[in-house]
């Protein structure tokens, strides 16, 4: 999940992103179809755990462009390592967006949760 930047941006309640992500886990491996992007969507709201959202974007979404993949403690594991993405006037439908605005921070918190092995037997 990209957690690099921030989209902050919704073109007639569509998410619109505008931005460049680092170390973006898989990215760059031609087997990944989506990307998951969390970025602030509400930077000036006041309640913190609700100043983020999580939207789905297509990997041939126009305007998404892997840009290289990077070295990370020395080691380049490409394709399927970690990359640099540039998001440049990227929209998608309000559907991809996860769970609704400012609901971000409870995804991530969720995913973790359900994806951790620590946590699936119980």
Not at 13 to 20: I, T, W
Request: hydrophobic share 35%; net charge negative.
């Amino acid at each position: 999940m990209d957690t690099n930047g921030s989209f902050a941006c919704k073109h007639h309640g569509f998410p619109a992103l505008e931005q460049s992500s680092r170390y973006i886990s898989g990215a760059g491996d031609p087997r990944t179809k989506v990307h998951l992007v969390l970025g602030k969507s509400d930077p000036n709201n006041s309640n913190a755990h609700i100043q983020q959202s999580v939207v789905i974007v297509p990997a041939d979404t126009p305007g998404v462009k892997v840009v290289r993949q990077m070295m990370v403690m020395g080691f380049d594991d490409a394709p399927e390592g970690h990359s640099e993405v540039i998001y440049d006037n990227v929209r998608v439908p309000l559907g991809n967006l996860v769970l609704g605005w400012g609901r971000g921070f409870e995804v991530s918190i969720t995913q973790e949760y359900i994806l951790d092995p620590a946590h699936s037997q119980e």
